[in-house]
C-alpha cells in the first residue's frame, strides 16, 4: 500500500509512519526519523494561539457524541464515531496477523471508534505497528466526535506539557491533542493523561510527549 512510509529513508535512515490527525476531517500521513517524538499537533504546523490552564485529575466522561451526530447527519457528512450504541454488537478483531494487535489496543477506544479500527484492520494484508496498526487508529481518530472532556482535559495538559505549545519547534497543540483524547474510552483517557503528567512531573514533556502519543496509537 501506498501509505507505508517505512519503505522511504531520510539520509540513509528508516522512517516511520506519522499519522496526523486533522480535527473533523480526514487525516495527513507524514513521516519522521527514528528517535523524533510524534508530533501530537493538528497538521504539523503551530497553530496561532495556543491554551492555558493547569493539570488536574482527568474528569468522567460526559460525551457530546448524540449531538455532534445529529449535527452531522442535517448537513449530509458521515456520523462521526463515538461511544456504541446499547444493543449493538462489536465488530469483532479479525482473525490472523491483526487480532492481537486489535486486542491489545481496542479497550482504549470509545466502541464506534474500537469497531472502525478493527474494520480497518480485516482489510490489512500485514499488521505492523508502526504502519497499519497506526494508520487505522489514525484513520478512527480523525472521525471521532468531539466532546467536552477532551476540550477540558487539552486545555489543562497542553500548556503545563509546553508553555511554548503551538509555537516554532513544539510538538503538541491544542487541536492535535483533542483529535487524541476525544476517541478514547475513560480507560484510554486515564492511560494518556497519566503518560503526559508523569512527562509534566519529570520536565520533559515538552520534548517527550510524542512517546504517549505513539503507545496509545499501538
Avoid at 526519523?33 to 491554551?51: K, L, R, V
Avoid at 457530546?64 to 444493543?87: E, H
Avoid at 466502541?111 to 480485516?122: F, I, N, R, S, T
Avoid at 482489510?123 to 472532556?149: G, K, M, Q, S, Y
Wanted: aromatic fraction near 2%; charged fraction near 20%.
Amino acid at each position: 500500500m501506498a501509505h507505508d512510509c517505512a519503505r522511504r529513508s531520510t539520509s540513509g535512515k528508516k522512517v516511520r509512519l506519522v499519522a496526523l490527525l486533522l480535527a473533523g476531517a480526514g487525516w495527513v500521513a507524514a513521516c519522521s526519523s527514528p528517535g523524533t517524538a510524534t508530533p501530537i499537533s493538528s497538521t504539523g504546523q503551530p497553530p496561532p494561539t495556543p491554551g492555558t490552564g493547569s493539570t488536574t485529575p482527568t474528569p468522567t466522561d460526559a460525551s457530546t457524541d448524540s449531538s455532534v451526530d445529529a449535527a452531522d447527519a442535517a448537513d449530509g457528512a458521515p456520523p462521526c464515531l463515538g461511544d456504541r450504541p446499547a444493543q449493538t454488537a462489536e465488530t469483532p478483531c479479525p482473525p490472523g496477523a491483526c487480532e492481537a494487535s486489535c486486542q491489545r489496543v481496542r479497550p482504549r477506544y470509545k466502541g464506534q471508534v474500537a469497531d472502525a479500527v478493527a474494520a480497518c484492520l480485516a482489510n490489512e494484508r500485514a499488521c505492523n505497528a508502526d504502519t497499519n496498526v497506526v494508520l487505522c487508529v489514525d484513520r478512527a481518530f480523525a472521525r471521532a466526535c468531539p466532546t467536552a472532556e477532551a476540550k477540558t482535559l487539552c486545555a489543562q495538559l497542553v500548556p503545563a506539557c509546553d508553555p511554548n505549545a503551538g509555537g516554532v519547534g513544539s510538538i503538541i497543540d491544542l487541536e492535535g491533542c483533542e483529535s487524541l483524547f476525544r476517541g478514547l474510552s475513560a480507560a484510554g483517557r486515564d492511560e494518556l493523561g497519566t503518560c503526559i503528567r508523569a512527562k509534566i512531573t519529570a520536565g520533559t514533556c515538552a520534548r517527550e510527549v510524542g512517546a504517549c502519543a505513539d503507545a496509545i496509537r499501538r
